[in-house]
């Protein structure tokens, strides 16, 4: 139906949002061009298939939950912490539930039930695919530190202390302790 594919249309302009949105909470840190809600978006779903699978569970659907995980930014914004105090958290299933309010019933429903269940984290993949939002996190933090960022150990600590499945705390424990070019030296 073309009404189907002009809302389908619309919803992939709105997502390019995500390609342009900054993670603004780097700035705090003084990060003068932090990355942008996609691009963490990209390796926090790559992160999740690989917790995923060393933990048992489904590498597709935890990538999928993750790549939901944050596309209501583009209605809110990336909020930083700092704004918790001032602000009550946004409901993402109520946020998800109006940007595909109009598209067809079997993506509207594939999206909404991907950010539920990542919201409910009942799932092993929502699990892998929280930690895989932290983990990422903490990677970038360890890649701004090497590059002269400093005041970023908050953004360790924090993302450390979330993490839920032993491979994520894991590869935390290895990340902190090597260089972001430490996959060069294979």
């Known amino acids: 139906m073309p009404d189907?594919?002009?809302?389908?249309?619309?919803?992939?302009?709105?997502?390019?949002?995500?390609?342009?949105i900054r993670r603004s909470g780097w700035w705090h840190a003084?990060?003068?061009?932090?990355?942008?809600v996609?691009?963490?978006?990209?390796?926090?779903a790559q992160l999740a298939a690989i917790i995923a699978a060393e933990e048992g569970g489904d590498p597709a659907r935890a990538a999928f939950l993750a790549l939901w995980h944050d596309t209501q930014e583009t209605r809110?914004?990336?909020?930083?912490?700092?704004?918790?105090?001032?602000?009550?958290?946004?409901?993402p299933r109520r946020i998800t539930a109006d940007q595909t309010d109009r598209l067809p019933?079997?993506?509207?429903?594939?999206?909404r039930g991907a950010v539920d269940?990542?919201?409910?984290?009942?799932?092993?993949?929502?699990?892998?695919?929280?930690?895989?939002?932290?983990?990422?996190?903490?990677?970038?933090?360890?890649?701004?530190?090497?590059?002269?960022?400093?005041?970023v150990d908050g953004w360790i600590d924090s993302a450390r202390n979330d993490l839920?499945?032993?491979?994520?705390?894991?590869?935390a424990e290895a990340a902190v302790t090597l260089?972001?070019?430490?996959?060069r030296d294979r």
């Open 164 to 171: 839920k499945t032993a491979t994520a705390r894991r590869v």
């Open 30 to 36: 003084g990060v003068r061009d932090p990355e942008s």
């Open 38 to 44: 996609a691009e963490h978006t990209t390796r926090t």
């Open 76 to 91: 809110t914004g990336d909020l930083p912490h700092t704004a918790i105090t001032y602000l009550s958290k946004p409901d």
């Open 117 to 151: 269940e990542y919201e409910s984290r009942q799932s092993l993949e929502a699990v892998c695919a929280k930690d895989a939002d932290k983990l990422e996190m903490l990677l970038q933090a360890v890649e701004y530190r090497d590059v002269g960022v400093h005041r």
């Open 105 to 111: 019933e079997r993506s509207r429903d594939a999206i």
């Open 179 to 183: 260089s972001p070019l430490a996959w």
């Open 4 to 20: 189907d594919a002009e809302a389908l249309a619309a919803f992939g302009y709105e997502l390019g949002l995500l390609k342009r």
